[in-house]
C-alpha cells in the first residue's frame, strides 16, 4: 500500500530517480559539452539524497509493507555508498577528459547505480533485494564497458555482464527455494519459517543466495571476475567498483544473513567462515605475482572482503558493528589508492598501470609517494593507520564471539597480504627513479587523496563517532 | 610536576620535529632533529630527577589519561623501569643523529623524519598504560625502521628491511589476538589492572606462548633471531645503534610488563623453555660470532647473546636475576650502541665492514683505539664498566633458580671475551697491513663528542650502579612479589646436612682400643 510515510522513507531514492531522470533529459538535449554541469548536478543530487536520509530514517524503519527497511543500517551504508560515488564522478572527469570519451551519461549512470545499491541495503524483501541489485549490476555492465573503443574495456564489461548474470541466476534459483519451501518472499517471513527448523530445501536455497551474494562481493570462490573487470574497466570505474557496490553488496549480505536467515546462523556461519579465510588467503597469495597496479587492487579487495567477513562470522551485533566500521574505512583506503593511481600518467596524460613505473616515486613526487604508502601501510593492516583498527575491530568481534582459530588464522594470513604492499613501498622508497610522471595540477585529485590520507592517518580520532554510528547501524538489524 | 603533561611533551616534541624535517632542506633538517632530540634529553633528565624513589612513592608516576579512541584511551605513566628505558632512549638518540650527520646525505630530511618518529613510538611503547596504545606504538615502530633500513642501508638492504618487518610483524600478531582475549576476560585495557588480574592458569599458557611469539622474536631469541644480522649489517650507523640500543630493549620490557606479571603460573611452567633457549643462544651465537668476518655481524651476534643473559635472568624469578636482566639491557643499550658507532667510524673512513683490511688501528687512531679497547672491555664484562654489574647480578639471580643454566650461561662471558678480544686484536693491534687503513685519520671531534658520553655513563653505570637500580627497586621487588606464589623450586640452595652420629666410630675405637689393653 503506498502511503506518505513510505514515500518519505524512500526519498533518498525519490531524489536519485528523478535527479538521474532530470539528469538524462538535460544531456539528451544539451549533449556532451556540458559534461562537467551535469557531473557537478550529479554530486549536488547524491548530496541532496544524503540530506534527506534523516527524513528517510524518521519515517521508518518499515516501509511498504515490510518491502523496504530505512533504519539506522541503510541509512550508514547509503551514507557510505553517496560519499564513494560522488568521489567517483568528481575522479573521473580529468581522467575521461585525458583520455577521451567523456561523456554525461557516467555521472547519470553512477546515479541509477546508487539507487539500485540504496535499495540493496534497504531491502526487507527478496524481490527488492533482486530488483536492487539488477538495478546496480544493469548500470554497472554499461559502466565497465564506457570507453567503447578500448578492447579491455569491452571486454570487462562483457565479462562481468555474463559472469554477474550467472550469479543474479543463481541467487534468483536461491531465491525461489527460499520461497517455495517458507511459502514468503519476505525476510521476517523466511525468518519465521526457519525457526521450526530447516528443511533440506531450505538449506540449498541458503547455500545458493550465499553463492550468488558472494558473487557480488567478489569472495572467493565466486571472485574470478574481479581482476579482469578491474583491470580493464577505465580505473574511476574501478574505483567505483571497488567501493561503493562493495558496501552495498556487503551491506545486503548482512542483512539476508542476520534478518532473513538469523534463525539458521549455525548454517551461514561455517560458509562465511569458509568463504572469509579462503578469501584473506587467496586475495593475498595471488597478489603476490601482479606487474598491473589494477589487477594487484582487485586482489586486495578479494582479500579485505574476506577480513570484512569475519566481523559477519561471529554473527553478533559487535560483529557486525565491526563489519560496517570495516567497511567506511575500506572505503576511503580504496578511494585514496585510486586517486593515487589515476595520477600514474605518462607526459601525454596515457594512463600507466604498471608497478614497476612507481620505481623512485618518493623522488620525483614526494606528497604522492607518500599518501601512496600511506594508503598501503593502512591496507595491509600496521598501526598507527587506520587500516590497522578496521582489522583489529572484526578479530575483536570474532574474538569476543570465541572465534579464536579464526582470528589466529585470519590474522596470520594477514601478514601474507603485508608482503605484496610492502612490495609496493619498496617499489616506491628503494628503487631508483625509472618513469617520471606528469606533473598532476589537479587540485581536486590532491585535494581528495589529502583527505583520504589525513583520515587514515588521525583516523583514530573518530573512533568514537564511528563506534556510535556502527553499533547504532548493527543494532537495526537485531 | 603534578598534572604537567610531559610524557605527551616529550613525544610531542619529536614528532614536531619530524614534521617540520619533511619541509626543510638537509641542513636544517639536521639541526632540526638535533634541537629536537637534545630538548627530549633535557626532557628526560628532568623526568628522571622528578621521579619520586622513596619507598612510599606510587608505583605509576606521572600517569596521564584521555579516553580519546573509544575503545582504547591515551593512557601514559611510567614506573622505575619505564623510566630507566626511556632515559636510555632520550640519552642515545641525539648520538644517533650527530653519526648521522655527514654519514647520510640523500633525503636527509625524511631520514630525520623517519628518526625522530621512531623514538616518538620507542617513548610510546615505554609509557603506554593502555594495552592496545601499547600494541600501536610497538607495531608502528616497524614502519620508520623498515624505510630506514630499506633507504638508506647497505647493498643487501631490501631484502634485510622485508626480513625485518615479515618476521617481526607475525611474532606481533597473535600478541593482538591474545591481547583482545586478555581485555574481554578482565574487560579492562588498563595495563596496571591486568598485571594484577589472575587469569586462568590454563589459558595462560596460551596467552604466554602469544605473547612469547612476538617479544622472543623483538628480543630476539634463538632460533628466532635471524632477522637481527641482516637488520644490522644493512642498516646506517645510527640504525643498527637504535636497533641495539633500544628497539631489542621492546622484547625484553615486554617480558618484564607482561609475560612475567600476567601470567606467573605459566611463566613458572615454561621457563625451561626460555632457559633452554637461553642456554643455546649463549654458546651458539657466541660461536657464530667468533667466526665472523663482518664486524657489524659479529657484533649483532653478541647482542643475541647477551640478550639470552637477560631472558635467563628474567626468568630467574627473583631479585638479582630480574634487577641484573635490566641492568644488561641498560648496559648492552649503551655498548653495543658505542660499539656499532665504533664500527660506523672506521666504516665512514673506508667503507667495509671486513676485519681483514683493517689492522694496527691503534697506531694511526689512538683515540679510536682507546675507546675502542673501553667498550670492548665493557661488553666483555670487566668490573667498573656497566654490563659486569647486570651480568654478574643476573647470573646470580640464574644460579639460584638452577645452577646449570647458570653454569652454561656464564660461559657466554668467556666466549664473549674471546671474540671481543679476538676482534680488537685483528682492527686494532698488530701491523698496518692495510696502506688505506693505515692512512685513516683519528676520531674528529664529532665523533669524540659522540663517543665521549657513552664511555662516561658506561662508567658511571659500572662504578655507582645504585643511581640506576633505586628507581627500579620497588617495582621489581613488587614484581617478585607477585611470582613468590609461582617461582620455581631453585636447585641451589644451601640446605641443612643430615646430622650423623659422628662419635659413634670414635667410640668404637676407643672401646676396641680399650680392648687390645
Known amino acids: 500500500m503506498i502511503d506518505a510515510a513510505s514515500l518519505l522513507?524512500?526519498?533518498?531514492?525519490?531524489?536519485?530517480?528523478?535527479?538521474?531522470?532530470?539528469?538524462?533529459?538535460?544531456?539528451?538535449?544539451?549533449?556532451?559539452?556540458?559534461?562537467?554541469?551535469?557531473?557537478?548536478?550529479?554530486?549536488?543530487?547524491?548530496?541532496?539524497?544524503?540530506?534527506?536520509?534523516?527524513?528517510?530514517?524518521?519515517?521508518?524503519?518499515?516501509?511498504?509493507?515490510?518491502?523496504?527497511?530505512?533504519?539506522?543500517?541503510?541509512?550508514?551504508?547509503?551514507?557510505?555508498?553517496?560519499?564513494?560515488?560522488?568521489?567517483?564522478?568528481?575522479?573521473?572527469?580529468?581522467?575521461?577528459?585525458?583520455?577521451?570519451?567523456?561523456?554525461?551519461?557516467?555521472?547519470?549512470?553512477?546515479l541509477f547505480a546508487a539507487v539500485g545499491m540504496g535499495m540493496m541495503v534497504s531491502a526487507g524483501d527478496m524481490l527488492t533485494l533482486y530488483v536492487g541489485l539488477e538495478m546496480n549490476s544493469l548500470a554497472a555492465y554499461v559502466?565497465?564497458?564506457?570507453?567503447?573503443?578500448?578492447?579491455?574495456?569491452?571486454?570487462?564489461?562483457?565479462?562481468?555482464?555474463?559472469?554477474?548474470?550467472?550469479?543474479?541466476?543463481?541467487?534468483?534459483?536461491?531465491?525461489?527455494?527460499?520461497?517455495?519451501?517458507s511459502g514468503t518472499t519476505s525476510f521476517t517471513g523466511i525468518a519465521v519459517a526457519l525457526e521450526d527448523g530447516m528443511?533440506?530445501?531450505?538449506?540449498?536455497?541458503?547455500?545458493?543466495?550465499?553463492?550468488?551474494?558472494?558473487?557480488?562481493?567478489?569472495?572467493?570462490?565466486?571472485?574470478?571476475?574481479?581482476?579482469?573487470?578491474?583491470?580493464?574497466?577505465?580505473?574511476?570505474?574501478?574505483?567505483?567498483?571497488?567501493?561503493?557496490?562493495?558496501?552495498?553488496?556487503?551491506?545486503?549480505?548482512?542483512?539476508?544473513?542476520?534478518?532473513?536467515?538469523?534463525?539458521?546462523?549455525?548454517?551461514?556461519?561455517?560458509?562465511?567462515?569458509?568463504?572469509?579465510?579462503?578469501?584473506?588467503?587467496?586475495?593475498?597469495?595471488?597478489?603476490?605475482?601482479?606487474?598491473?597496479?589494477?589487477?594487484l587492487l582487485a586482489?586486495?579487495?578479494?582479500?579485505?572482503?574476506?577480513?570484512?567477513?569475519?566481523?559477519?562470522?561471529?554473527?553478533?551485533?559487535?560483529?557486525?558493528?565491526?563489519?560496517?566500521?570495516?567497511?567506511?574505512?575500506?572505503?576511503?583506503?580504496?578511494?585514496?589508492?585510486?586517486?593515487?593511481?589515476?595520477?600514474?600518467?605518462?607526459?601525454?596524460?596515457?594512463?600507466?598501470?604498471?608497478?614497476?613505473?612507481?620505481?623512485g616515486l618518493s623522488q620525483t613526487r614526494k606528497?604522492?609517494?607518500?599518501?601512496?604508502?600511506?594508503?598501503?601501510?593502512?591496507?595491509?593492516?600496521?598501526?598507527?593507520?587506520?587500516?590497522?583498527?578496521?582489522?583489529?575491530?572484526?578479530?575483536?568481534?570474532?574474538?569476543?564471539?570465541?572465534?579464536?582459530?579464526?582470528?589466529?588464522?585470519?590474522?596470520?594470513?594477514?601478514?601474507?597480504g603485508a608482503f605484496y604492499y610492502l612490495k609496493i613501498i619498496k617499489t616506491i622508497y628503494f628503487d631508483e627513479p625509472t618513469t617520471e610522471y606528469a606533473r598532476g595540477t589537479s587540485l581536486i585529485e590532491t585535494g581528495i587523496m589529502t583527505v583520504c590520507a589525513a583520515i587514515i592517518v588521525l583516523g583514530y580520532l573518530l573512533n568514537p563517532v564511528l563506534d556510535t554510528a556502527s553499533a547504532a547501524a548493527a543494532a537495526a538489524l537485531f | 610536576m603534578d598534572g604537567f603533561p610531559i610524557l605527551t611533551l616529550m613525544m610531542a616534541v619529536p614528532m614536531a620535529g619530524a614534521i617540520a624535517c619533511l619541509f626543510t632542506n638537509a641542513n636544517t633538517a639536521r639541526w632540526i632533529a638535533l634541537l629536537a632530540t637534545l630538548v627530549d634529553l633535557v626532557l628526560g633528565i628532568i623526568l628522571w630527577i622528578n621521579f619520586d624513589q622513596s619507598a612510599s612513592a606510587p608505583q605509576w608516576q606521572f600517569q596521564e589519561y584521555a579516553p580519546l579512541f573509544g575503545r582504547f584511551a591515551w593512557a601514559l605513566g611510567i614506573d622505575g623501569i619505564a623510566l630507566m628505558l626511556i632515559v636510555l632512549t632520550v640519552f642515545l638518540m641525539p648520538i644517533c643523529i650527530g653519526a648521522s650527520w655527514q654519514a647520510i646525505e640523500k633525503r636527509v630530511g625524511e631520514y630525520m623524519a623517519a628518526f625522530l618518529l621512531m623514538e616518538v613510538l620507542m617513548i610510546g611503547v615505554f609509557t603506554a598504560q593502555d594495552i592496545y596504545l601499547f600494541y600501536v606504538m610497538f607495531e608502528a615502530g616497524l614502519i620508520p625502521m623498515y624505510l630506514i633500513i630499506g633507504i638508506w642501508g647497505g647493498a643487501d638492504r631490501i631484502y634485510a628491511s622485508y626480513k625485518f618487518f615479515l618476521y617481526t610483524l607475525l611474532g606481533s600478531v597473535l600478541m593482538l589476538i591474545a591481547m583482545m582475549w586478555m581485555v574481554h576476560e578482565a574487560g579492562t585495557t588498563d595495563i596496571p589492572t591486568l598485571m594484577a588480574y589472575n587469569f586462568d592458569p590454563h589459558v595462560q599458557t596460551w596467552l604466554w606462548l602469544a605473547f612469547f611469539a612476538s617479544f622472543a622474536v623483538k628480543m630476539p631469541m634463538w632460533p628466532v633471531h635471524t632477522w637481527l644480522p641482516d637488520a644490522h649489517v644493512q642498516a646506517p650507523t645510527a640504525g643498527s645503534v637504535i636497533l641495539a640500543g633500544v628497539l631489542l630493549k621492546m622484547g625484553g620490557y615486554g617480558f618484564i610488563r607482561f609475560s612475567l606479571p600476567m601470567f606467573p603460573e605459566a611463566s613458572a611452567q615454561l621457563a625451561w623453555l626460555v632457559w633452554g633457549l637461553s642456554m643455546v643462544a649463549v654458546v651458539y651465537t657466541s660461536l657464530v660470532a667468533l667466526v665472523?668476518?663482518?664486524?657489524?655481524?659479529?657484533?649483532?651476534?653478541?647482542?643475541?647473546?647477551?640478550?639470552?643473559?637477560?631472558?635467563?635472568?628474567?626468568?630467574?624469578?627473583?631479585?638479582?636475576?630480574?634487577?641484573?636482566a635490566m641492568m644488561v639491557m641498560l648496559g648492552h643499550g649503551l655498548v653495543s650502541g658505542a660499539l656499532f658507532l665504533c664500527v660506523g667510524v672506521i666504516y665512514d673512513r673506508l667503507h667495509t665492514r671486513e676485519i681483514t683490511r683493517y689492522g694496527g688501528l691503534s697506531i694511526n687512531m689512538p683515540k679510536y683505539a682507546v675507546l675502542f679497547l673501553f667498550f670492548t672491555m665493557a661488553s666483555v664484562g670487566l668490573p667498573g664498566t656497566s654490563n659486569f654489574v647486570g651480568e654478574f647480578l643476573a647470573l646470580m639471580g640464574i644460579y639460584q633458580a638452577s645452577s646449570w643454566v647458570a653454569l652454561v650461561a656464564t660461559t657466554g662471558i668467556i666466549l664473549g671475551a674471546a671474540y671481543m678480544l679476538y676482534l680488537y686484536r685483528r682492527v686494532c693491534y698488530g701491523d698496518q697491513v692495510n696502506a688505506d687503513a693505515a692512512a685513516m685519520p683519528d676520531l674528529s671531534a664529532r665523533e669524540m663528542l659522540l663517543l665521549a658520553p657513552i664511555a662516561a655513563a658506561v662508567l658511571w653505570m659500572g662504578v655507582y650502579p645504585e643511581s640506576f637500580l633505586a628507581p627500579m627497586r620497588a617495582d621489581i621487588t613488587a614484581l617478585e612479589a607477585r611470582l613468590v606464589q609461582a617461582a620455581p623450586k631453585g636447585d641451589a640452595h644451601v640446605t641443612a646436612g643430615k646430622p650423623a652420629p659422628a662419635h659413634d666410630e670414635h667410640h668404637a675405637k676407643v672401646e676396641a682400643h680399650g680392648e687390645a689393653h
Not at chain 1, 559502466?143 to 571486454?155: H, P, W, Y
Not at chain 1, 559477519?312 to 585510486?338: D, E, H, K, N, W
Request: hydrophobic share 55%; aromatic share 12%; with cysteine.
Open chain 1, 143 to 181: 559502466l565497465a564497458s564506457f570507453m567503447k573503443q578500448d578492447e579491455r574495456s569491452s571486454e570487462a564489461g562483457l565479462k562481468y555482464f555474463v559472469l554477474g548474470s550467472l550469479a543474479s541466476g543463481m541467487l534468483l534459483y536461491g531465491i525461489s527455494l527460499l520461497y517455495g519451501f
Open chain 1, 299 to 359: 586482489y586486495s579487495s578479494i582479500n579485505n572482503i574476506g577480513f570484512a567477513l569475519v566481523g559477519l562470522a561471529a554473527g553478533t551485533p559487535a560483529g557486525v558493528a565491526a563489519t560496517m566500521s570495516y567497511l567506511a574505512i575500506y572505503t576511503v583506503m580504496t578511494i585514496g589508492s585510486f586517486v593515487c593511481v589515476l595520477q600514474m600518467r605518462d607526459a601525454d596524460g596515457q594512463p600507466i598501470e604498471t608497478i614497476a613505473s612507481l620505481s
Open chain 1, 9 to 110: 522513507a524512500v526519498l533518498p531514492e525519490l531524489v536519485l530517480t528523478i535527479g538521474g531522470l532530470v539528469l538524462l533529459m538535460i544531456a539528451a538535449y544539451a549533449g556532451d559539452k556540458v559534461t562537467p554541469v551535469i557531473n557537478w548536478l550529479a554530486v549536488a543530487t547524491l548530496a541532496v539524497a544524503g540530506w534527506t536520509l534523516c527524513t528517510s530514517m524518521a519515517h521508518g524503519p518499515d516501509a511498504f509493507d515490510g518491502l523496504y527497511r530505512a533504519d539506522a543500517f541503510s541509512t550508514y551504508a547509503k551514507a557510505l555508498i553517496y560519499i564513494a560515488a560522488a568521489a567517483s564522478i568528481i575522479l573521473a572527469q580529468r581522467y575521461f577528459q585525458l583520455a577521451g570519451g567523456h561523456r554525461a551519461e557516467y555521472p547519470i549512470l553512477i
Open chain 1, 367 to 416: 606528497g604522492l609517494a607518500a599518501c601512496f604508502a600511506i594508503f598501503m601501510f593502512s591496507l595491509a593492516g600496521i598501526p598507527p593507520l587506520f587500516g590497522f583498527w578496521a582489522k583489529f575491530l572484526v578479530f575483536d568481534a570474532a574474538v569476543a564471539s570465541g572465534l579464536t582459530g579464526l582470528a589466529v588464522f585470519g590474522i596470520a594470513a594477514s601478514v601474507i
Open chain 1, 199 to 295: 528443511s533440506n530445501g531450505m538449506l540449498f536455497g541458503l547455500v545458493f543466495v550465499l553463492s550468488g551474494l558472494a558473487f557480488k562481493i567478489s569472495a572467493v570462490p565466486f571472485h574470478m571476475w574481479t581482476p579482469d573487470v578491474y583491470e580493464g574497466a577505465p580505473t574511476p570505474v574501478t574505483a567505483f567498483f571497488a567501493s561503493a557496490p562493495k558496501v552495498a553488496a556487503l551491506g545486503l549480505t548482512i542483512r539476508v544473513a542476520i534478518e532473513a536467515l538469523g534463525p539458521a546462523g549455525m548454517a551461514w556461519q561455517q560458509i562465511v567462515i569458509f568463504v572469509a579465510l579462503a578469501s584473506i588467503l587467496l586475495g593475498a597469495v595471488a597478489a603476490i605475482g601482479q606487474t598491473n597496479i589494477k589487477r
Open chain 2, 292 to 324: 665472523q668476518n663482518d664486524m657489524k655481524k659479529l657484533i649483532a651476534y653478541s647482542s643475541v647473546a647477551h640478550m639470552a643473559i637477560v631472558t635467563a635472568g628474567l626468568f630467574a624469578f627473583n631479585q638479582p636475576g630480574i634487577e641484573g
